[in-house]
């Protein structure tokens, strides 16, 4: 890892005893998320078929937040409050004040957004703009989420589910290290290799976790008016697979590794403990040897799967882990503690920094 660019973020043991999941994705949050990754070029093929299917009129809905939300989800945050409600978020947006509404839409300009007439009218509290900007927000929710949300909240779900079998094999430690590619602990430290540099430093506020499962990008991070730091990073399974039409060949869509993984994630790992070249997973599955690779990296981004060079070709195999995960499905579930819920109300999850 380069110590150039990292995030770090320095614990002591009361922020370890104070790390805990959000109740819920946060539905603003999740639109400025997909607003972003519209933008994006490194999405793949998924997003960009979205996108076209959009229509005239979904499109004319989210082209002003793409004035105001980067491709790197680091929009204004009076647009994305913590809230786990539509109506809750927006009247937080109507009600944000004009000093905070200026010095975000100065830091996005800053980032490398024009200064637009949206902008301008915004800060100058113009009543037809908020108006025009509240229309755009419920318009482009009802596009990008609303018939999302259900696939949403099952990545969400599936996620913390996941992270709890982590947490409960390697403790809260290694489940955080876990969170994204690269992680290690350095003393007390997390480092998260990024492309940019930033230091948290909790003195006591803890971690609110949030796994989405329609952001790709690196992990972001907001200050909550609580002292905790936000956490929001990809979740395990992300939106894309969670729609499979039908079963990946050797995989039941009730066994509970499937639930978790999705159904072709589960074959692909059952597969590797043959381990496999990703030639030989893409024929094994009837699906194309990008798609097979992509699979294995996310398994491999889970710990589940091990992906070495053999001359010309490429062989996974099923890690630890991986074998632990196919073992206790096989097992009694037990039933997990509840997580910590995050707040519900508008005032009391709003964040007072934005993700970064």
Known sequence: MSTGVVLRIHFTAE??????????????????????????????????????????????????LSELVPPSGTGPFFLDPLTVDLE??????????????????????????????????????DRQAWQYLEGSLRAAHAVLIDAAWSRLRV????????????????????MLAGLYPGSRWRDGTLEIAVARQADYRLEGGGVLLMPSAQWTGE?????????????LYPALTPLPYLAEQSPAPGADPDEPVAALLGRTRSAVLRLTLREPTTGQLAREL???????????????????????????????????LGHRLLAAAAEPAATPAAPRTAP?????????????
């Open 286 to 320: 009837g699906i194309s040897a990008a798609s097979a690779s992509e699979h294995a990296r996310a398994l491999r981004r889970a710990g589940l799967v091990n992906t070495v060079r053999a001359g010309r070709a490429v062989r996974h195999s099923c890690t630890l």
């Open 219 to 231: 992990p972001l991070c907001g200050l909550l008016p609580s002292g905790e730091l936000l956490l």
């Open 344 to 356: 519900r109300t508008a005032q009391a999850a709003g964040r007072t920094a934005p993700l970064a």
């Open 15 to 64: 922020d370890l005893l104070g790390t805990r999941f959000a109740d819920a994705p946060a539905p603003l949050l999740e639109l400025e998320l997909a607003v972003a990754m519209l933008q994006r070029r490194d999405v793949g093929a998924e997003f960009a078929r979205r996108n076209r299917l959009l229509g005239a009129a979904a499109a004319r809905s989210v082209a002003p």
């Open 88 to 125: 809750h978020g927006l009247e937080a947006v109507r009600s944000s004040a004009n000093t905070l509404v200026r010095s975000e839409l100065a830091r996005v300009h800053r980032n490398g957004l024009p200064v637009t007439a949206l902008m301008r009218a915004l800060a100058d509290e």
């Open 155 to 174: 990545g969400f779900d599936t996620d913390l589910a996941w992270r709890w079998r982590v947490q409960r094999e390697q403790g809260l430690r290694g």
